[in-house]
T-cell receptor, first 113, second 114 residues
């Protein structure tokens, strides 16, 4: 089964609104959580990441919330802009073993002007 | 500018043929990875390497070989390509000294096996 799940394949938000992207995981050992952004025909790039010793991390318009008991983490994008339109991939892994980073299938975020 | 470069960008191969996908990085990273992306699946790890001349099996290694002749270069080899290997392949690198989990991806190779 999928160890990292993004249950919403797509999300549409109005410009200026808040986009909330969700990700669920199964492995209790995961202690690293990340969000990557991917434009069509382009490479995924890291947006923001967090380790399990914190519940929240902010970076500008981006905030990652981590709910360890619920095995869930989310990405909030405030003041969403049309250029935020992309596929967002969540990923989770164990410690410093980058080789064990497990990705979700992605959520296509569309921000409408 | 540091980068991960994949070649070719796209390729059409015949079933049973041999395919080699190449990856070159100028990030000076020790770790390199090959992932594949299919509709309905996330990025799945095929092979990875911690150091030149050594490779490790990822989560879906069957049907693939990998080669890391130098720190900069990492190849993915399909000895007998099959229809099921049609996918987009991404190479990535990471720096264990800074953050092994932060992956820097190439632009991908779209492989179609007919």
């Amino acid at each position: 089964g999928q160890q990292v799940k993004q249950s919403s394949p797509s999300l549409t938000v109005q410009e200026g609104g808040i986009s909330i992207l969700n990700c669920d995981y199964e492995n209790d050992m995961f202690d690293y959580f990340a969000w990557y952004k991917k434009y069509p025909d382009n490479s995924p790039t890291l947006l923001i990441s967090v380790r399990s010793n914190v519940d929240k991390r902010e970076d500008g318009r981006l905030t990652v919330f981590l709910n360890k008991s619920g095995k869930h983490f989310s990405l909030h994008i405030t003041a969403s802009q049309p250029e935020d339109t992309a596929v967002y991939l969540c990923a989770a892994g164990v410690g410093s073993s980058g080789n064990k980073l497990i990705f979700g299938i992605g959520t296509l975020l569309s921000v409408k002007p | 500018e540091a980068a991960v470069t994949q070649s070719p960008r796209s390729k059409v191969a015949v079933t049973g043929g041999k395919v080699t996908l190449s990856c070159h990085q100028t990030n000076n990273h020790d770790y390199m990875y090959w992932y594949r992306q299919d509709t309905g699946h996330g990025l799945r790890l095929i092979h990875y390497s911690y150091v030149a001349d050594s490779t490790e099996k990822g989560d879906i290694p069957d049907g693939y070989k990998a080669s890391r002749p130098s720190q900069e270069n990492f190849s993915l080899i399909l000895e007998l390509a099959s229809l099921s290997q049609t996918a987009v392949y991404f190479c990535a690198s990471s720096d264990p000294g800074l953050s092994a989990e932060t992956l820097y991806f190439g632009s991908g190779t779209r492989l179609t096996v007919l």
